[in-house]
């Protein structure tokens, strides 16, 4: 039960066929080659394979890919803007908000989404935000920093 | 329970899953060091291939070859065991590091990076280190216990130490002039009566040299360092946050199929029957079936899943214990051995004795649950045969100890295998073992295709092992003045790590008893020293409010380590101990303790929601010490991950289970530690530029449930003595606990 579904990933159309119940992750990794949306626990409690949707955050594991034919998916391949890092990559890089890197790309596709809605969050706000991303290696503090960080750079950015 | 039953479980509980502790009691002095190079043909083979340049090779010493577990089972390396490290510089002066260690997020591509910076005199961008490859690195017996940074970065740094002493021979031989005015900075030779230079990159160009090093090269002393002990970042960590770095369960070969494999449905279960037509008659869908072993192997990951879904199996399930009973199985089915650790004890004193003159008398036990791994990338493999040789790329802590497993599996040589190991998504003391290569393989070998075995969490969570449960014994004697007299300590199961009291006393019984498991376990980041300073830490804390001393106060006036000391009082300075305000439902406690080369000391402050029973953990102060720091950056991350890790054994974690089955293999029903559980850590290093530089991802650990535990009791007056200490919040645990 194929069916031809249109993706637009990381500004890239894409014409499918693909099974439309099949997962939005499995349709990254395994079609598109887009390895760096990560499966971590298949039901929705890991984050690791979080993606943008029309700029807000989804998990990709649980997502059927026909929900999302049509509109704009970022990935973490899609962050960067030619060779440029966004500035949570940045500012991950520079806290070093990491040790293994695997919950990386979800932890930065959830604070971008987080950014995007709210430039400016709390402690308190990131913190409500990011609760559903899961680092092993406990580097929560970190990436709290550099969401922090990333925040004060676009803010002045923008002036 | 039957005890036929467990022989099984037993045996393979001991198997890769525990080399970790199979490799810590190596004994001393074993095997060979010869210092005689054999120029093996894979090695003059391994030369060419690496082309023009300068390489240097590192002979092992004793202690390099205990670590390796060197003649401890027949092998058949690919490159000679007497080697312990090599590098090489090419023509372009590119710095090639081999080394067999592997990065799992402890950052020791980092950190080895920065020795060999250091030592070689070389920018960190020219330098690359080949991780955990068994056709292309030294022997290594594995990345844990803490020993990369005492061994693997010792051995680096004399090699790049030695590989300047060569680059400044080679200088003052071309140039003439005398060696003692030459000196390498950035990667240049340069000589600064005459104001040549020459990058070593041209330097080596054109030479064909091989050079093994003597044990003796002089090393950067600490205070010249400038790379050495400073934050350098994660070296490849753009990769990482780009999604470019591929782990192994990102690789791709061409043709490649993915494999599943049919799972038991409880532990101990046998396969009767299997009914594999339907699966068969998918297109594209291999199935192979050798004894209990059934899998298949489809063009899509969907494919095989829908494919091992249309397999029917029927299975013979034998009873099992649940963790309900788990403290009392353990209790009563003690063994000689485990396998890798046997039953070990440590008496001084008599401990009648030491009870005879105490003032006040103490018994308590504590109990520790199976918790598991939980790495965020699970298990992984990608198996490629061709012309009988098989390589697999998977996410290992022991590489060569897999390609060992997947010879023997197959009846291969050895050096027909060549295991690769990606940068990969943690391990924590949980990856040692090469499930998912061998399925991989197998499947692999049947399709003749290259084949990948992602698990799934669900199976991570079961087939994977866990750290083992444990209940420990503990009887003591104090005086009233806080003198302790005796010291009894029994750790049934869990392990004998840290099972030593650092704590000056007369008389003291330590007994370490190996235990049936009804769950396959093995290493966990410190081992067992977790659960014993849980419980030791614990019971001092006890013991202090015995004689109505201040915690700190009573481990001081029992210790005269002085770094522990040191620590301890670090740590209390840091947080304020005894200078905390009073206030309602909050506590503090303390901790500390040492192990593998690193002292620690952990003071937390909790808040206990009496409505909710939810116990908040809101500040933690750590400090540590561990020799000469050589990234305080990593290490403060080290440290604060190992605190966050800890907060979950120490709070909620625990795996239940229920007649051979895992009941909370998802983490919808394993909590572990998020956002919204991190308090506020303080880390204090202290930097002992005097001492050698010890390891660090796993001692830190240790001190966070004991001290959480305490302030716990500080708050409540509640005292709790099984972790994890509150997996249904404060209220239950309190009636539980009155009620005993």
């Known amino acids: 039960m194929r069916e031809v579904i249109e993706l637009h990933v990381n500004g890239v159309r894409h014409r499918l066929e693909v099974e439309p119940n099949r997962s939005l992750l499995s349709v990254l990794r395994e079609e598109l080659d887009l390895t760096g949306t990560k499966y971590g626990c298949g039901e929705g409690q890991c984050g690791a394979c979080t993606v943008l949707v029309a700029g807000r955050a989804m998990r990709s594991c649980t997502t059927p890919v026909h929900l999302v034919a049509g509109r704009s998916i970022t990935t973490i391949e899609g962050l960067a803007r030619d060779g440029r890092l966004h500035p949570l990559q940045e500012a991950f890089l520079e806290v070093g908000a990491l040790q293994c890197g695997y919950c990386t790309p979800g932890m930065l596709m959830s604070g971008v989404a987080l950014l995007n809605a709210n430039p400016d969050p709390s402690e308190a706000e990131i913190i409500r935000f990011m609760n559903g991303n899961i680092c092993r290696c406990g580097t929560y503090g970190r990436i709290v920093r550099a969401i922090q960080r990333a925040a004060q750079k676009m803010k002045e950015a923008r002036r | 329970?039957?005890?036929?039953?467990?022989?099984?479980?037993?045996?393979?509980?001991?198997?890769?899953?525990?080399?970790?502790?199979?490799?810590?009691?190596?004994?001393?002095?074993?095997?060979?060091?010869?210092?005689?190079?054999?120029?093996?043909?894979?090695?003059?083979?391994?030369?060419?291939?690496?082309?023009?340049?300068?390489?240097?090779?590192?002979?092992?010493?004793?202690?390099?070859?205990?670590?390796?577990?060197?003649?401890?089972?027949?092998?058949?390396?690919?490159?000679?065991?007497?080697?312990?490290?090599?590098?090489?510089?090419?023509?372009?002066?590119?710095?090639?590091?081999?080394?067999?260690?592997?990065?799992?997020?402890?950052?020791?591509?980092?950190?080895?990076?920065?020795?060999?910076?250091?030592?070689?005199?070389?920018?960190?961008?020219?330098?690359?280190?080949?991780?955990?490859?068994?056709?292309?690195?030294?022997?290594?017996?594995?990345?844990?216990?803490?020993?990369?940074?005492?061994?693997?970065?010792?051995?680096?740094?004399?090699?790049?130490?030695?590989?300047?002493?060569?680059?400044?021979?080679?200088?003052?031989?071309?140039?003439?002039?005398?060696?003692?005015?030459?000196?390498?900075?950035?990667?240049?030779?340069?000589?600064?009566?005459?104001?040549?230079?020459?990058?070593?990159?041209?330097?080596?160009?054109?030479?064909?040299?091989?050079?093994?090093?003597?044990?003796?090269?002089?090393?950067?002393?600490?205070?010249?360092?400038?790379?050495?002990?400073?934050?350098?970042?994660?070296?490849?960590?753009?990769?990482?946050?780009?999604?470019?770095?591929?782990?192994?369960?990102?690789?791709?070969?061409?043709?490649?199929?993915?494999?599943?494999?049919?799972?038991?449905?409880?532990?101990?279960?046998?396969?009767?029957?299997?009914?594999?037509?339907?699966?068969?008659?998918?297109?594209?869908?291999?199935?192979?079936?050798?004894?209990?072993?059934?899998?298949?192997?489809?063009?899509?990951?969907?494919?095989?899943?829908?494919?091992?879904?249309?397999?029917?199996?029927?299975?013979?399930?034998?009873?099992?214990?649940?963790?309900?009973?788990?403290?009392?199985?353990?209790?009563?089915?003690?063994?000689?051995?485990?396998?890798?650790?046997?039953?070990?004890?440590?008496?001084?004193?008599?401990?009648?004795?030491?009870?005879?003159?105490?003032?006040?008398?103490?018994?308590?036990?504590?109990?520790?649950?199976?918790?598991?791994?939980?790495?965020?990338?699970?298990?992984?493999?990608?198996?490629?045969?061709?012309?009988?040789?098989?390589?697999?790329?998977?996410?290992?802590?022991?590489?060569?100890?897999?390609?060992?497993?997947?010879?023997?599996?197959?009846?291969?040589?050895?050096?027909?295998?060549?295991?690769?190991?990606?940068?990969?998504?943690?391990?924590?003391?949980?990856?040692?073992?090469?499930?998912?290569?061998?399925e991989a393989a197998r499947l692999a070998k049947a399709a003749g295709r290259p084949v990948k075995v992602v698990w799934t969490r669900e199976e991570e969570f079961t087939w994977a092992y866990f750290r083992p449960a444990g209940v420990i014994e503990v009887r003591s004697g104090v005086k009233t003045d806080g003198t302790i007299t005796a010291w009894e300590f029994h750790n049934y199961n869990s392990g004998a790590a840290a099972i030593r009291t650092p704590y000056a006393i007369p008389n003291q019984w330590i007994e370490f008893h190996p235990t049936r498991s009804p769950l396959r376990q093995g290493s966990y980041r410190a081992l067992a020293a977790t659960a014993n300073h849980f419980a030791r830490e614990t019971a001092m804390d006890e013991l202090a409010h015995l004689v109505g001393m201040d915690p700190l106060e009573f481990r001081l006036k029992n210790l005269k380590d002085e770094r522990l000391r040191a620590v301890l009082e670090a740590a209390a300075h840091r947080f304020g101990w005894g200078r905390t305000k009073a206030a309602p439902d909050r506590g503090v406690g303390l901790a500390a303790g040492f192990e593998k080369g690193g002292y620690v000391a952990t003071c937390a402050e909790i808040a206990v929601d009496r409505a909710t029973g939810e116990v908040k953990v809101l500040r933690v102060v750590t400090a540590f010490e561990c020799g000469a720091i050589l990234n305080p950056d990593h290490l403060t991350n080290q440290i604060e991950g190992a605190i966050v890790m800890g907060l979950g054994g120490a709070l909620f974690e625990a795996i239940e289970f229920e007649n051979g089955k895992i009941l909370n293999p998802r983490f919808s029903r394993y909590r572990v530690p998020r956002f919204s559980d991190l308090p506020q850590i303080d880390i204090v290093l202290l930097d002992r530029r005097d001492l050698p530089s010890a390891g660090a991802g796993e001692t830190p650990i240790v001190g966070i449930a004991p001290a959480i535990g305490n302030a716990i009791f500080h708050a409540t007056g509640v005292r709790l003595r099984s972790l994890p200490l509150v997996p249904n919040g404060l209220k239950g645990e309190a009636r539980l606990h009155r009620g005993e």
């Open chain 2, 1 to 438: 329970m039957r005890d036929d039953l467990w022989h099984d479980f037993s045996t393979l509980s001991m198997e890769p899953a525990a080399y970790e502790l199979f490799a810590t009691s190596v004994p001393e002095g074993a095997s060979d060091s010869t210092g005689k190079l054999p120029l093996s043909l894979t090695r003059r083979q391994f030369c060419q291939a690496l082309g023009a340049g300068v390489l240097v090779l590192l002979l092992r010493d004793v202690r390099a070859v205990q670590e390796s577990g060197g003649g401890r089972r027949a092998e058949a390396p690919s490159m000679p065991r007497e080697i312990g490290a090599w590098l090489h510089i090419a023509d372009d002066g590119r710095v090639t590091v081999y080394t067999g260690k592997v990065e799992v997020g402890q950052n020791i591509r980092t950190s080895l990076t920065q020795v060999v910076a250091e030592e070689l005199r070389v920018p960190m961008e020219r330098i690359h280190l080949v991780m955990g490859d068994t056709d292309l690195t030294p022997f290594d017996m594995g990345t844990f216990g803490s020993r990369t940074t005492p061994v693997m970065a010792a051995h680096l740094r004399r090699v790049a130490a030695a590989t300047r002493e060569l680059l400044l021979d080679l200088a003052a031989e071309q140039w003439q002039v005398a060696r003692a005015t030459l000196q390498i900075e950035a990667g240049v030779v340069r000589h600064a009566a005459t104001g040549r230079s020459l990058d070593i990159g041209r330097l080596v160009r054109g030479q064909r040299l091989t050079r093994a090093i003597p044990q003796e090269v002089p090393l950067t002393p600490p205070q010249q360092w400038r790379i050495m002990g400073t934050s350098v970042p994660k070296v490849n960590g753009r990769a990482f946050v780009t999604g470019e770095h591929r782990y192994t369960s990102d690789l791709k070969l061409p043709g490649m199929l993915y494999g599943k494999v049919l799972r038991p449905p409880a532990f101990g279960a046998r396969l009767v029957s299997v009914d594999t037509r339907d699966a068969e008659a998918m297109p594209g869908v291999l199935v192979v079936r050798e004894g209990d072993f059934v899998g298949v192997a489809a063009p899509s990951p969907e494919h095989a899943a829908r494919a091992l879904a249309a397999i029917r199996a029927e299975w013979k399930r034998t009873p099992q214990p649940s963790s309900r009973e788990i403290f009392a199985y353990l209790k009563a089915h003690e063994v000689e051995a485990q396998g890798w650790e046997g039953r070990s004890r440590y008496v001084v004193g008599s401990i009648s004795e030491g009870l005879q003159i105490a003032e006040r008398r103490f018994e308590q036990t504590y109990t520790v649950a199976y918790i598991a791994h939980a790495p965020l990338e699970p298990r992984a493999a990608v198996a490629e045969w061709k012309d009988g040789r098989l390589t697999v790329w998977t996410g290992t802590q022991r590489p060569f100890g897999v390609r060992s497993e997947l010879a023997r599996a197959f009846g291969v040589p050895e050096d027909h295998v060549r295991v690769i190991v990606p940068d990969t998504g943690s391990g924590y003391g949980g990856k040692h073992t090469g499930e998912a290569a061998l």
